[in-house]
């Protein structure tokens, strides 16, 4: 943060739309552009700049088919092929995951619960 006070606080109006107006130094001061990402924890709700991380799935895909067999040319097209996917399925992922219900009871929980199921999977 630039020279703002670690704990600033501001009393902001909510709009009838729900909406809210950073201000200008929290703004500038995280470096916020088009995007961030709401959190609430169950007491408030917490803003923070949205960072785009990149997943590059391109090492384990091409573990995956040399483990399969493929070599050469047929390699290649493969890795092509699966790599072209990887959007579609990402958005059939999302689909799915906002149609199912919704989290219920606290996010550690719910966390805990996807390991369980992973190491029961094992």
Known sequence: MSELNKKSIRRVKVSKQRQINIPKDFYEALNISDEVLVEFTGKEIVIRPAEYETVDFSADILKDLVS???????LVHRFIQIKEEIPHALNRMKYEALKSPSIT???DDYL???EDDEENES
Do not use: A, H, M, N
């Open 112 to 114: 805990d619960s996807l």
């Open 105 to 107: 009871g606290s996010l």
């Open 68 to 74: 399969e067999g493929y070599s050469g040319d047929e």
